[in-house]
């Protein structure tokens, strides 16, 4: 039973333009969203996260928007930069118990210079 | 600040075999995760420990256990090995608080069952 959803298993955009990863989710009780990136050959990395209270967390060139009724988020890369090529995890968490993550099955993003 | 390790970086083992994997938290986190992630899934949950004690686990069998250290390192230990065991073994520590879920996780260990 995949919870944590991601659609789209791959996606590319020139360089300068915007990304945007889409992650949908079907656990009402998830109360907190992170996204993770992964270059291969290595663990997942952290990017940014927010809360179920918020609906939208910005953090340089990366902003996270949160649709709580739609069950939605999405993540905004901009400018995207060729760097930023990796698969992409969303995640979801509850904030009681073990408060393990729910991951997606990943969006591979390649940035064309 | 030393992030989270692994050891070691690729096992290969023989059906019906034992396998032990090693993590080392991040510095002052004191909640160690373990997740599977199989070739083109997401990571999925083992099992979290929080000082020494197992605090969650998801659907895996018996012959998945843990341990975690004093210093807050860990170890998950695998039993009667099995071809499906084939996957990404990732380690993640956090700091357990008032919203502070984000886990950090280290390289990961690669398990090939034979």
């Known amino acids: 039973d995949q919870q944590v959803k991601q659609n789209s298993p791959s996606l590319s955009v020139q360089e300068g333009r915007i990304s945007i990863l889409n992650c949908d989710y079907t656990?009402?009780?998830?109360?907190?969203f992170l996204w993770y990136k992964k270059y291969p050959a290595e663990g997942p990395t952290f990017l940014i996260s927010?809360?179920?209270?918020?609906d939208k967390n910005e953090d340089g060139r990366f902003t996270v928007f949160l649709n709580k009724s739609a069950k939605h988020l999405s993540l905004h890369i901009v400018p995207s930069q060729p760097g930023d090529s990796a698969v992409y995890f969303c995640?979801?968490?509850?904030?009681?118990?073990?408060?393990?993550?729910?991951f997606g099955t990943g969006t591979r993003l390649t940035v064309i210079p | 600040e030393t992030g989270v390790t692994q050891s070691p970086t690729h096992l290969i083992k023989t059906r019906g075999q034992q396998v032990t994997l090693r993590c080392s938290s991040q510095?002052?986190?004191?909640?160690v995760s373990w997740y599977q992630q199989a070739l083109g899934q997401g990571p999925q949950f083992i099992f979290q420990?929080?000082?020494?004690?197992?605090?969650g686990r998801g659907n895996f069998p018996p012959r998945f256990s843990g341990l975690q250290f004093p210093n807050y390192s860990s170890e998950l230990n695998v039993n009667a090995l099995e071809l499906d065991d084939s996957a990404l073994y990732l380690c993640?520590?956090?700091?357990?608080?008032?919203?502070?879920?984000?886990?950090?996780f280290g390289p990961g260990t690669r398990l090939t069952v034979l």
């Open positions: 510095s002052g986190h004191n909640t």
């Open positions: 656990n009402s009780m998830f109360d907190y």
């Open positions: 995640a979801a968490s509850l904030q009681t118990g073990a408060n393990n993550l729910f």
């Open positions: 420990y929080y000082r020494e004690e197992e605090n």
């Open positions: 993640a520590s956090s700091l357990v608080g008032p919203a502070t879920d984000t886990q950090y």
């Open positions: 927010i809360s179920s209270i918020k």
